[in-house]
């Protein structure tokens, strides 16, 4: 079945105006005929749509635009028509079959016609094919029926959407969206609704998902800069830590170490406040045991004339394992060491003489 309208014929006879709305009108003064006038001939006059055209045809002598005809003739806008003083003013306006406009997917921006009633689908036989991998070989029926183009869904598990919903049957309206696997339909019908009229104004759906839209990439955007603020904050006090620590080896003062060490395990809580790692566990565990390793050295030392010396090289010693790699620690502790000797020396001496 051809869905191929017919272009719109209007008969404007002085103020009335009938429409042409079947393949074949006739005029005469027969009773038969479709339009009665007891001045004419019996069968005056016809006017046919034949092959996409309408096609005059007048048994009698009639004029047309003023030149006396008998026969067939091609039918124009602004015809005239004359039957003794009876005057036919011709309208026609050309009709477009309605169509699907492809707005997301392959071949973006083109026209599918919709001529027939027939199959939708990937399958290169479909009537009406969509190039889409996500597309069912047979997706739906589309049929024409009294005018009305009817979708039919033949698709359980794979469901056609149209306005937003899924629907098994649904007639169509201009300016229906259509989604079918991964590829947006825009169905237009001329006569009800032309393309740029449904550009005209966007609808209600579509300010909504235009405003669901921005909400959404608000949110993305707001999201992903809270987290590139947070990322950011927990590496600056990281690398803060990191530095505290590496400089406090290079000094050469225990209190600087210790002003240091503390100052890292201060930056190191405020990262942990933000998100913990386990880098910062093996930071925090080595500045913590380098703080409490550098605060009972610097007890020792400040204590160095009150305390036994045995007794501060065994707690040294006790240090070493922690501190063995810093030169301050092994001057300090080679300091003790070789006061420990001068002590014995001193000893020794006195008990020689």
């Known amino acids: 079945m051809m869905f191929s309208k017919m272009d719109e014929l209007n008969l404007i006879i002085g103020d009335s105006e009938i429409k042409v709305n079947k393949t074949n009108f006739t005029m005469g003064s027969d009773k038969n005929c479709d339009y009665v006038n007891p001045k004419f ?21 009639i004029k047309l635009n003023g030149v006396p005809i008998v026969g067939k003739f091609d039918l124009k806008d602004n015809d005239t028509i004359e039957i003794g003083d009876f005057k036919i003013k011709i309208s026609l306006k050309k009709i477009e079959n309605p169509y699907f406009r492809i707005i997301v997917g392959s071949h973006v921006g083109s026209m599918i016609k919709i001529e027939k009633s027939g199959i939708i689908g990937r399958e290169l036989n479909a009537d009406y094919i969509i190039e889409d991998e ?68 966007p ?76 880098d910062l566990e093996i930071i925090g565990n080595l500045a913590n045991n380098k ?20 007794s501060l090289q065994e707690e040294l010693k006790n240090l070493e ?8 620690f092994q001057e300090i502790y080679a300091k003790i060491l070789k006061a420990r000797l001068s002590s014995e020396y001193i000893s020794t001496a006195k008990t020689l003489k």
């Open 41 to 61: 001939a019996p069968r005056h006059l016809s006017f046919s749509y034949i092959e996409g055209k309408w096609i005059g045809n007048s048994l009698s002598e």
């Open 134 to 201: 996500y597309v069912s070989r047979k997706h739906a029926k589309i049929e024409i029926l009294d005018g009305k183009i009817i979708w039919e869904d033949l698709q359980a598990k794979n469901p056609t959407i149209i306005n937003g919903k899924i629907y098994k049957k649904k007639e169509l309206k201009s300016g229906d969206e259509i989604v079918i696997g991964k590829t947006r339909l825009l169905f237009v019908n001329p006569k009800e609704k032309p393309e740029y009229e449904i550009y005209k104004k």
């Open 203 to 278: 609808s209600k759906r579509a300010i909504f998902i235009i405003l669901i839209t921005i909400i959404i990439l608000l949110t993305i955007l707001i999201t992903y800069t809270w987290t590139s603020n947070r990322i950011n904050a927990f590496y600056y006090h990281y690398n803060n830590a990191k530095e505290a620590i590496n400089q406090s080896f290079e000094t050469n003062r225990i209190d600087e170490k210790i002003s240091l060490l503390k100052y890292a395990i201060y930056e190191i809580e405020n990262a942990k406040k933000i998100k913990n790692s386990p």
């Open 291 to 310: 703080l409490k390793a550098w605060e009972k050295v610097l007890k020792i030392k400040n204590e160095l004339n009150k305390l036994n010396l045995a």
């Open 321 to 328: 394992k922690i501190l063995s790699d810093d030169k301050l």
